[in-house]
């Protein structure tokens, strides 16, 4: 798939043997010390991939990329970013991934 990308002329396409962790449908593989923050994000991708299904996250993470021009700019990503932010602020404080996860696709923002 990369080498297609790039003669469509994607450049920026995501290391993922670089990344410190991915998530494939429930599977979390951590390339180091899998921290409680870096596995609350992964676990929202977890419970993002159990909402959307496969081919459904599949295809938001791929236009999230190509119309953000980064990684870090897909709307998935950035939304497992601020959940792990939020919980990272006070871990004590409990919410529900799943009901968050829920209304920002009520929301249609991811
Ligand atoms: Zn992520």
């Given at each position: 798939?990369?080498?297609?990308?790039?003669?469509?002329?994607?450049?920026?396409?995501?290391?993922?043997?670089?990344?410190?962790?991915?998530?494939?449908?429930?599977?979390?593989?951590?390339?180091?010390?899998?921290t409680d923050a870096?596995l609350f994000?992964?676990?929202?991708?977890?419970?993002?991939?159990?909402?959307?299904?496969?081919?459904?996250?599949?295809?938001?993470?791929?236009?999230?990329?190509?119309?953000?021009?980064?990684?870090?700019?897909?709307?998935?990503?950035?939304?497992?970013?601020?959940?792990?932010?939020?919980?990272?602020?006070?871990a004590?404080?409990?919410?529900?991934?799943?009901?968050?996860?829920?209304?920002?696709?009520?929301?249609?923002?991811?």
């Amino acid at each position: 798939m990369y080498t297609m990308a790039k003669m469509m002329g994607i450049r920026n396409l995501p290391d993922f043997s670089a990344m410190t962790a991915i998530t494939f449908v429930d599977v979390i593989v951590c390339h180091e010390e899998c921290t409680d923050a870096l596995l609350f994000h992964e676990l929202v991708h977890v419970v993002q991939y159990a909402q959307l299904d496969v081919k459904e996250f599949a295809a938001r993470f791929v236009s999230g990329f190509v119309q953000g021009g980064s990684f870090e700019e897909i709307p998935l990503e950035k939304f497992a970013s601020a959940l792990e932010a939020r919980f990272s602020e006070n871990a004590s404080q409990s919410f529900s991934v799943e009901a968050e996860v829920q209304q920002w696709l009520e929301a249609e923002k991811i």
